[in-house]
Every structure is written in C-alpha cells, then in structure tokens.
C-alpha cells in the first residue's frame, strides 16, 4: 500500500541550527515525491519536488530508494521557516492522486 | 483565474443539514482534487476527477460525500446529512495533466458542525 510517514509531529530547533524533517514513504513502483509548506493563515504551497532536484528558500531532500526516504534539510534554519511541512508521494505515470504524511510543525525560535 | 478559489472560506452548519462547498480552479487545469484537512490527521484525500474521465472517489468517506464538476472546471463538493466528525477544513487543489508538477491550492473552507 502507498504510505508516506512523518514521525515528527513537532519539530522545535533554534535560529541558525540545522533541520531535517524526516519522510519515509512505502510504494512498490517509482514514485516521485514532494514536500509541501503551510505557513501560518496561508494556503498550502509546493516548496519543491524531487526530480527538479532544485533547492528552495534553502531547503534540499533527497530521495534514498535504498532507504525510501525523503527527508527535507536546512543547514541553518531561520525563524521565517516556521511552519507546517507536508511531505507526498505520487505514483511515477498514475492517473492518481498525492498521498500526504501527517505533518510535521517546525518551530524555529530565536 | 489566477488561483483556486473555494467558497465560502468559513461555514458553520446544524447537525443533520447539507452544504455545498464549491472550488474554481485554474483556467486550464484539467485536474481537480478535493481534500480534508483535520487536525493531527493531515490531508486526507476524498475525490480526484480529471478532465471528461470517470472521477476518482475512493477517497470519499460516506455516501452523505458527492462531488460533481461541472463543464471540465468549477465542483461542488456536497456533504449531506453533516455530522459533527464532519467538522474540518476542506481543501481544493487542481492541477495540469496529473499533478506531477505539483498542485496549486485553494485557501479551504473551514466546516463546522454544531
């Protein structure tokens, strides 16, 4: 079954200090995967997919089949990143939708 | 439009009334996606159609969930009989071809049922 899996509800770290939110996913083919950002009274936005291999507001994740991972990294985190991460699995080629983790709210404090 | 707009942003409902939460989605956008957002439980999918063909809607959690789409662009996502477990935000997202580029949001309409 498709799964993706955030095991961090909560994620608190301080202003410049690194990140990393964790995604592991479950899926039999080749997926491509997302992480999505939800910042505070604003909509849900796409920070960025993996196969555009692209870094945004200086967040990278790369994808490790081996483990089937995702996980999303900051090497200096900033207060502004505070907010609530979604990381999503799509089926390579499906007619289908996203499947989202749970969620994960990271808190950057000064 | 520029943007998926969802209406209206906020509802509230008696227990045992129907409503009616519409998306607008991106000109052009063939694909269109309904999701529910509560609390602890992230996005749950509920239905995906995409351009004339048949919808998906083995996200939908009861037969008191329906969703139509009208002219290949603007749904209607319809719950009737609310319960309170009804409660949450509903998310509209649409998207080209099958979503590999990403969705596009709409800002939601917060449910609740009292």
């Known amino acids: 079954a498709q799964r993706v899996t955030q095991p961090e509800k909560l994620l608190s770290v301080f202003k410049g200090a690194p990140v990393e939110l964790k995604c592991n996913y479950s899926y039999s083919g080749s997926p491509e995967l997302f992480w999505y950002v939800q910042y505070s009274r604003q909509r849900l936005q796409l920070l960025l997919r993996?196969?555009s291999r692209e870094s945004i507001k200086g967040f990278t994740a790369d994808l490790n089949k081996g483990e089937t991972s995702f996980h999303l990294k900051k090497p200096f985190a900033q207060e502004e990143d505070s907010a609530m991460y979604y990381c999503a699995l799509s089926g390579r080629g499906s007619q289908g939708n996203l499947i989202f983790g749970k969620g994960t709210k990271l808190s950057v404090k000064p | 439009g520029a943007g998926v707009s969802q209406s209206p942003s906020n509802k509230v409902t008696e227990k045992g009334k129907d409503v009616e939460l519409r998306c607008d989605p991106i000109s052009g956008h063939t694909a269109l996606y309904w999701y529910r957002q509560s609390l602890g439980q992230g996005l749950e999918f509920l239905i995906y159609?995409?351009?004339?063909?048949?919808?998906?809607k083995s996200g939908l959690p009861s037969d008191r969930f329906s969703a139509e789409r009208t002219g290949g662009s603007v749904s209607t996502l319809t719950i009737q009989r609310t319960q309170q477990e009804d409660s949450a935000v509903y998310l509209c997202a649409s998207s080209l071809l099958r979503g590999e580029y990403g969705y596009t949001f709409g800002s939601g309409t917060r449910l609740t049922v009292v």
């Open positions: 159609f995409q351009g004339n063909s048949a919808p998906d």
């Open positions: 993996h196969i």
